[in-house]
């Protein structure tokens, strides 16, 4: 992911806020070991991750991530992060 991308994706995450939350627990589990001693000194997803994640979702064309792509994957972690939750409170033990 490019910077120009990280800056548009930043900018659509403020205008946001109720995905604030997930984007950073998101970026806490995709980010790899020890992100901040490697330029661009980042949390983003290793370069091998976003490949495979762009060629599975533009169908194997290499090409930079839409931010509405991200912005659906982070709407659809945030739902099932709640769903989860959910589903684990109601459980029986």
């Known amino acids: 992911m490019t910077t120009m991308t990280f800056a548009k994706l930043i900018a659509?995450?403020?205008?946001?806020?109720?995905?604030?939350?997930?984007?950073?627990?998101?970026?806490?589990?995709?980010a790899p070991t020890r992100?901040?001693?490697?330029?661009?000194?980042?949390?983003l997803p290793t370069p091998a991750y976003v490949q495979f994640r762009t060629s599975t979702q533009y169908g194997g064309e290499r090409?930079?991530?839409?931010?509405?792509d991200i912005i659906d994957y982070l709407e659809w972690a945030?739902?099932?992060?709640?769903?989860?939750?959910?589903?684990r409170r109601g459980r029986r033990g």
Request: positive net charge; glycine residues 0%.
């Open 12 to 30: 659509a995450l403020l205008m946001r806020p109720w995905l604030w939350m997930t984007a950073i627990r998101q970026a806490y589990r995709l």
């Open 35 to 43: 992100w901040w001693t490697r330029a661009p000194y980042l949390p």
């Open 63 to 68: 090409r930079e991530p839409e931010v509405y």
């Open 78 to 87: 945030r739902d099932w992060h709640s769903t989860t939750r959910l589903s």
